[in-house]
């Protein structure tokens, strides 16, 4: 494992399902979009998931840095809240706050490309924390949702 994780996955699935919802839009014209005052109403609520999405990578950034150098577990800060919270960091936050803002639901698609990939490539790298942290990170997975915070997937 490295500290990139599955970081260029991220941008990858992220952006290619991104690209595909913009073709769509723009040579099929296919769209979901709320009415007023729905409309409004998200778009505050994307502000707010932005903010949190933006906090919830940087901090998860900087802690993971730390302990990566320091060859540690990480369960403090946002880590207390995902095992996961760079992956979190965009499926919960920053890609559905991006949709709300613009007022464009199909961007959700981007989010569920990410968690069905990132599910199934966060095994392999837990499998990797369990023979470096042993009895450690089984305590840790059993107290810490995987990938969103509060919800047992």
Not at 32 to 48: A, H, K, M, N, Y
Not at 57 to 72: D, G, M
Request: with cysteine; glycine share 8%; charged share 15%.
């Amino acid at each position: 494992m490295n500290i990139l994780g599955i970081g260029p996955l991220l941008a990858i699935v992220g952006g290619s399902s991104l690209a595909i919802v913009l073709l769509l839009q723009r040579t099929v014209g296919i769209g979901v979009s709320l009415l007023s005052p729905w409309r409004e109403l998200f778009q505050v609520l994307g502000i707010v998931l932005l903010a949190l999405g933006v906090y919830f990578w940087l901090s998860a950034a900087v802690l993971i840095a730390r302990a990566f150098r320091s060859h540690r577990l990480e369960t403090s800060g946002v880590y207390r809240l995902s095992r996961n919270p760079l992956y979190a960091a965009f499926i919960v936050f920053l890609v559905p706050g991006i949709a709300f803002m613009c007022n464009d639901l199909l961007i959700f698609v981007a989010s569920v490309a990410m968690f069905v990939v990132f599910k199934l490539r966060i095994r392999k790298e837990e499998e990797f924390l369990q023979q470096e942290f042993g009895a450690d990170f089984q305590q840790y997975a059993r107290e810490v949702a995987q990938l969103i915070p509060f919800v047992r997937v």
